[in-house]
């Protein structure tokens, strides 16, 4: 499984979330949540798990499974 980095943006500019707001409620700063949310930056567990609870979804909601090789 990885996360979908474009998938958690969709929705976050699909709802009308603000990353400021995401970013001061989950702790994570602004910069480092841009570069997630542009897939340039990795996205740690802690860090997943905080988004995801400050954005109401469960954990899975942008994880996908890996392609077979």
Do not use: H, W
Not at 12 to 35: F, M, T, W, Y
Not at 46 to 52: D, K, T, V
């Amino acid at each position: 499984m990885f996360f979908d980095f474009s998938e958690m943006k969709d929705y976050v500019d699909k709802n009308g979330i603000k990353q400021k707001a995401i970013s001061k409620k989950s702790g994570i700063s602004e910069v480092s949540l841009s570069l997630i949310l542009q897939g340039k930056r990795k996205c740690e567990a802690g860090e997943y798990a905080s988004l995801c609870n400050v954005l109401g979804v469960d954990p899975y909601t942008f994880m996908k499974p890996r392609e077979p090789n």
